[in-house]
């Protein structure tokens, strides 16, 4: 048993010592509120992050879907508005707990799942941070493909040694795998240093995504058919696919505006991460999108059929013995892509999957992992999942998990933060497991939010079961049960939003107010500065000592 117990104690994460077993278990130094020094998150930092994260492939041919349903170019851009203006808000009161109180997306959950409760969305969370790491260095492979392509064409030409039954081939592997590498040393970085990493996107990513398409026009003598393309739907069945496309804008950016707290908690101000945030999501969208549409207007002009995929159409362009030019201009557009891509973990792998999985991670097991223990393990992860496989079957993999993103998080932070408790915050309770404490609930599960998260749930499961397996099995499902499915984020979040507020009225809980005000009632933030300053005394005292011992 000694020797166990001196491996179990080399692998734990530094924590206060003579902490109990249940404290291991719901807290460490990453989990507690973020101390004042590391909140150096500013405004600007906020829109270079936003905009780092919508410059990545998923975003440039997000409109494509729709145009392929046979709407116009321009109903699908009202769509992307639509969408991404509807989301915003939900992003900034997301956002507003971590940014008021300084606490993380797993912290934010125990207030209305319970201490104990919460950690089933945790590991929602966390597990779909993994999975989605390696999709986007999958992605991020592709860049790499086509820059290795323009520096060295032979690259195309490289033999395979791996079977057929990987999934992938020796060039793809190794370009998947040199970018998933390269992604690994910032992960080190705190993420109040990691801001830094996204400052070179606000200048780099708009003049590669320009430069693109300039060249695209020039090289089609024009914008290409796409843009004069009518639409080829009419009445309810173009209301309901702009229904459709919007909601799938809003599924897009759901698990980002879920752990919105993760970067809130490190803001200098509450409002830097309100107005940056409500005006830089949505136009940046847009913009990318729009970027999209044309560039692959201009693809159909030039080849003869639409080419969505940014890297495809660079890769068309190596073909047939480019120039040294034409190379170079390739070159530095995939450079561009690829460090919008995740290059370095500096954007959408960073933003949306290493810092949320570093977070839920802690969160489940703090005893033994920290926010970059963490993030090495959601690397890890993704390598070992071989993504190439998972985004060939896309449709099974896609729907489920933000089928449950859609009702499961926000009706229960709206109404815990909003309506319930009113802005009141128990800071110290929040790492509290004892009976009696705000968040213990019913041995520290709130049934409340469980019953509203399977309402919500539940009101979509038959139209869910039409888009997933009837799908594939063939067969009908009520067309009004198909409706509410395609409104699931406004249904979900309707009906579990009514169910958790109405329990709440008949089960109150402890610290339920009258008066909206964003307030800690323990006070824990004061007492931290206390506590600080009495550290620093100390030390200053015994330095004083040290000093007066040395003079004698």
Known sequence: ??????????????????????????????????????????????????????????????????IQLGMSWWQAWICVWLGYGIATPFLVLNARPGAVFHVTFPIVNRTSFGMFGSLWCVFNRAAMACIWYGVQASIGGSCVLVMLRAMWPSINDLSNSMPASSGTDTRDYLCFFLFWLISLPVIW??????????????ILMPIASITFLIWCIVKAHGIGPIINQPSKLHGSKLGWAMVVSSMSCIANKVTLVTNAPDFASRARTPSAALYPQLFTFPLTASFVCLIGILVSSSSQAIYGTAIWSPMQLLGNFLNDNPSNATRFGVWFISASFMIAQGVLNIS???????????????????????????????????LAMCPWNIMKNSNEFTFLPLCIYRVHE??????????IRKGHY?????????????????????????TAYIAGILINVVGFAGAIVVFQLGGTVPLAATWIYDLSFFTGFGVSALVYWALNLVFPVVGAADKFEEIDVSEYECEARSSRGVEEMDIDIKDVGSETASEK
């Open 1 to 66: 048993m000694g020797l166990i117990n001196r491996i179990i104690q080399s692998i734990e994460v530094t924590h206060e010592p003579n902490l109990t077993l249940t404290e291991q278990l719901i807290t460490n130094d990453d989990l507690l509120p973020v101390e004042p020094e590391k909140r150096t998150w500013r405004g600007y930092n906020y829109v270079a992050f936003w905009m780092a994260d919508m410059f990545n492939i998923n975003m440039w041919v997000i409109v494509s879907s729709m």
């Open 426 to 450: 128990n800071v110290k309770d929040l790492y509290n497991a004892k009976k009696g404490s705000w968040y213990w609930y019913t041995y520290g599960i709130n049934f409340r939010a469980y």
């Open 348 to 382: 959408t792998n960073i933003s949306a999957n290493s810092v949320s999985a570093g977070c839920d991670l802690t969160a489940l097991f703090p005893r033994f992992i920290n926010f970059r223990r963490g993030g090495y393990i959601a690397a890890t992860v993704g």
């Open 410 to 419: 926000f009706h229960c932070w709206g109404d815990e933060y909003y309506v």
């Open 189 to 202: 970085f705190p993420v109040h240093k990691v801001r830094h990493f996204f400052l070179a996107i606000p």
